[in-house]
């Protein structure tokens, strides 16, 4: 009995010892004194990855957690790792929790939950794994291991080749990462390491800040790690840019140039023969081309009916479903498909017409730093034209819209896959005048307080598919009740006489229009002194279409880069027929404001018994430098300026 209870004893001692390690960091980590605004604590998080000269990658991944709080304990009662089958593979080797008693508890494996990802509109077969870790409690540490091979993408594959060669990337022989520094919670320590065959070039960057950085020369193998230490959640603000613009990452990848990837890309999609054409679409694209006028009108017939027929949507389509895009006869038939699907049915389409068209890849959303890593989400169109310059046409970003190529991606980089390569691009700013609003309003006030008046508002560009969305997005039968939900933003009391608008499917016959008559009682309030009211256009109707009245201006400056929906001119221009007044009390007045981001110039002037009101408003591209603030505030201020003093007039 003395013998078993000594060796129980050394037992627990032992095991102590193993535990020492993970055990001793999370009791070290600290606590909510030393990190007030934080829930948990990522006390280490770090990742070996070992490349094979196929460019397949093994990733032995660890990770420490310590709840702070019971908000943490909740947030961390169960971790989520999302995962493809077709193209990745992860097994979670070990997961622990170290109470904060000084007890340890290893998580049965029928805690491990496999099953499919939640999705919305694309429906590839990714899956999560899951593991449930019950209760938790202020202090309690949580230690996980895992295995990870494969690539974020999938691409082709035949499931009579050897069990890991689904996993390698789809640019063969490759190899690339992209790893975040920034998180929710404060990392005490970030390690990432990876073995590289010295057959293969390196290339990486830190980017927006600095790491400590160690190479060891392995033999047949180079060692890269990457550490930082002690880092806080990044600030947010109000309309900033993209967190992987601004925050510490790393980027890393084997391929040298971008001209290498472009010419993959070309290379990967022609021969899996994803532009061929079929008699019935050849049928289709002479149908759609018929009595088209010129090269230009060509290019948009064809890019429109993607863009309005091909409807959104993914399911797995077998072979096809990461870098090579589906046949068109595929997207043809099915008449759907993600964003690459529909810019293979353009490609296929323009070419059956006799175009040269090929397939570009873009990020929608964030930069693309200049180093060749796989940094894209979104797939487009290239057409060249007779005069040898290339188009881009997204028909993914404009059903219904009267661009060929969505300005809400302008300042976007794009790579073209090309037969002699590309490098990677910027797309223009779009000038404001693509994209104007013009809102001109004739109205009465009577002496009741009554304001009888109408009102026409055109559009084009952005503006217009931002007026143009409140039918399309809707029911036809709802139009009516849509366009009168917005007129009541005026005044809850309006009264709608009449009102027209352009057809909202109609986008290729011309930019929108919307008019209407009103009456709205009661809308100045008229004492026997004074007269009060706001003119209609300045009441910043039709906010829809300006993004910028969305913004929150009470900051004086901000530390990173901002962003607008899109570059646009707006026109306020109203007239306003008085009652009888003697003098002016209050017209709000501002001067002109110019610069680089926007401009805004307006006025009140009275003649003959008439107010009228004139504005001018440039939005001058989508994103902005942290200096251009100033002036992007100011502007947005004046128009708040004038949409909230009442014009006052003493009778």
Not at 170 to 197: A, C, H, N, T
Not at 497 to 515: A, C, F, N, R, V
């Amino acid at each position: 009995m003395k013998k078993l209870t000594l060796f129980f004893v050394a037992f627990i001692f032992i095991g102590m010892q193993c535990f020492a390690g993970p055990y001793d960091l999370i009791k070290k980590a600290g606590t909510s004194k030393e990190y007030p605004t934080a829930d948990y604590l990522i006390v280490l998080d770090e990742t070996t990855v070992d490349v094979q000269e196929t460019g397949l990658s093994y990733n032995n991944m660890h990770k420490i957690y310590k709840v702070l709080t019971v908000n943490g304990a909740k947030m961390l009662n169960h971790l989520t790792f999302d995962y493809d089958p077709l193209s990745a593979f992860i097994e979670i080797k070990e997961v622990k929790i170290y109470r904060n008693n000084g007890s340890v508890e290893i998580i049965s494996p029928d805690k491990i939950y496999d099953y499919p990802a939640p999705a919305r509109a694309i429906y590839w077969g990714a899956r999560q794994k899951m593991v449930d870790l019950g209760r938790l409690e202020p202090g309690d540490g949580i230690e996980v291991s895992l295995f990870k091979k494969g690539f974020t993408y999938a691409l082709l594959y035949d499931e009579g080749q050897p069990d890991d060669s689904k996993y390698i990337p789809p640019m063969r022989g490759q190899f690339y990462d992209i790893i975040e520094y920034w998180y929710s919670q404060p990392v005490l320590k970030k390690v990432y390491e990876v073995k590289v065959p010295n057959t293969k070039e390196l290339h990486y960057k830190f980017f927006h800040d600095e790491a400590d950085i160690y190479t060891q020369n392995l033999g047949d193998k180079t060692l890269y790690r990457f550490t930082k230490e002690k880092m806080m959640p990044p600030k947010r603000e109000p309309g900033m840019v993209a967190f992987s613009d601004v925050a510490p990452k790393l980027l890393l990848t084997t391929t040298a140039e971008w001209e290498d990837k472009s010419k993959w890309f070309f290379g990967v999609n022609e021969d899996f023969g994803s532009f061929e054409s079929t008699p019935a679409i050849d049928k289709k694209v002479a149908e759609i081309l018929k009595g088209a006028k010129d090269e230009m009108d060509s290019i948009s017939r064809l890019n429109h009916w993607v863009a309005d027929n091909i409807r959104y949507s993914g399911i797995s389509m077998g072979e096809g479903e990461g870098y090579t895009l589906h046949t068109g006869d595929m997207t043809f038939t099915d008449r759907c498909g993600v964003c690459k699907d529909k810019a293979g049915m353009l490609i296929t389409m323009l070419r059956a017409a006799g175009f040269k068209s090929y397939a570009a890849m873009t990020m929608a959303g964030s930069r693309i730093e200049d180093i060749p890593a796989d940094q894209f989400n979104h797939s487009v169109t290239v057409v060249q034209k007779r005069s040898g310059e290339y188009m881009l046409l997204d028909p993914t970003w404009v059903p219904f819209v009267r661009e060929e190529w969505s300005s809400a991606e302008q300042q976007q980089n794009y790579l073209m896959g090309l037969p002699e390569g590309a490098d990677l691009m910027i797309t223009d700013i779009s000038a404001p005048e693509n994209h104007p609003l013009k809102i001109t309003g004739t109205s009465t006030l009577l002496d009741n307080g009554t304001l009888e008046g109408s009102i026409e508002v055109t559009a084009d560009g952005q503006t217009d598919a931002s007026l143009r969305g409140m039918f399309t997005r809707d029911l036809k039968a709802n139009w009516n009740k849509a366009l009168e939900y917005e007129l009541r933003n005026i005044s809850e009391d309006i009264e709608i006489l009449e009102m027209s608008y352009s057809d909202p499917y109609g986008h290729m016959e011309g930019p929108i229009k919307i008019t209407f008559k009103y009456r709205i009682p009661d809308y100045a309030v008229i004492t026997d002194k004074e007269i009060i009211f706001t003119p209609v256009v300045a009441s910043n109707i039709f906010k829809r279409a300006q993004a910028h009245l969305y913004t929150n201006t009470a900051a004086e400056k901000k530390e990173f880069p901002f962003r607008d929906r899109c570059s646009r001119l707006i026109e306020l221009n109203e007239i306003i027929t008085l009652p009888a007044f003697a003098d002016v009390i209050h017209l709000t007045s501002q001067d002109d404001i110019d610069g680089s981001a926007a401009s805004f110039s307006g006025k009140y002037v009275i003649e003959n018994n008439q107010l009228k009101l004139s504005e001018k408003i440039a939005i001058k591209k989508r994103i902005f430098e942290a200096e251009e603030w100033p002036n992007y505030k100011s502007v947005v201020e004046a128009q708040q300026k004038f949409a909230n003093e009442k014009v006052i007039l003493s009778r």
